[in-house]
């Protein structure tokens, strides 16, 4: 299967500060990503999908200047929390598009804003 | 797009007894129903998937069904063990653009196996 890291895989901020969170693709190049949050208790919402050497596509109610997808290459995405608030704390998951039917998770980072 | 309701939220059944989840969606270009177990602060883990051409699919004590006319799908483990307790997340997807396999996740059922 692919093999998927995302960095940190836990971080505490405070509030009005920005986070960066890492997402890695080790065996394999993705040309898509797909970014979820998950809060407590809660399903994974995608929020958006990034597309290497392009512009985000972002779910309906997802604010794109808030959360700043960048997909520079074909084994890293990233996805930047500016400006954070409590209301962000969340768990945060990507996943490669794959053109294969099966998913693949990275083990998520774990945000939680002060 | 794509709506998956899931039921029940919780389930609490006794080791060894069977447990079954329900799943509904909405969009018919749907073809591929993926479930996964997700323990607390990991990552989701697929556990078995069943493409629209197939009614049913086996794997050990994890059995999936699929309905494509009523749009139902469900998940069932029989022989329960408390390793089995976790949430567990049905999914419907489809493909995007580009030939990726884009997933709607249901509402999650938390299973917990009783001793």
């Known amino acids: 299967g692919a093999v998927v890291s995302q960095h940190p895989s836990w971080v505490i901020c405070k509030s009005g500060t920005s986070v960066k969170i890492e997402c890695r693709s080790l065996?394999?190049?993705?040309?898509?990503m797909f970014w979820y949050r998950q809060f407590p208790k809660q399903s994974l919402m995608l929020m958006a999908t990034?597309?290497?050497?392009?512009?985000?596509?972002?779910e309906q109610g997802v604010e794109k200047d808030k959360f700043l997808i960048n997909h520079a290459s074909l084994t890293l995405s990233t996805l930047t929390v500016t400006s954070a608030h409590p209301e962000d704390s969340s768990f945060y998951i990507c996943?490669?598009?794959?053109?294969?039917?099966?998913?693949?998770f990275g083990p998520g980072t774990r945000l939680t804003v002060t | 797009g794509e709506n998956v309701e899931q039921h029940p939220s919780t389930l609490s059944v006794q080791e060894g007894d069977s447990a079954v989840i329900k799943c509904t969606y909405s969009?018919?270009?749907?073809?591929?129903f993926p479930w996964y177990k997700q323990e607390l602060g990991k990552r989701p883990q697929l556990i078995i998937d069943?493409?629209?051409?197939?009614g049913e699919k086996k794997d050990q004590r994890i059995a999936v069904t699929l309905n494509k006319t009523a749009k139902h799908f469900s998940l069932h483990i029989t022989e329960t063990q408390p390793e089995d307790s976790a949430v567990y997340f049905c999914?419907?997807?489809?493909?995007?653009?580009?030939?990726?396999?884009?997933?709607?996740f249901g509402t999650g059922t938390k299973l917990q196996v009783i001793p």
């Open positions: 996943s490669p598009g794959l053109a294969g039917t099966s998913q693949y």
């Open positions: 065996d394999f190049q993705a040309t898509t």
């Open positions: 990034s597309n290497e050497g392009s512009k985000a596509t972002y």
């Open positions: 969009d018919s270009a749907s073809n591929y």
């Open positions: 069943i493409r629209s051409n197939v």
């Open positions: 999914a419907a997807s489809m493909k995007g653009r580009g030939g990726y396999q884009k997933v709607t």
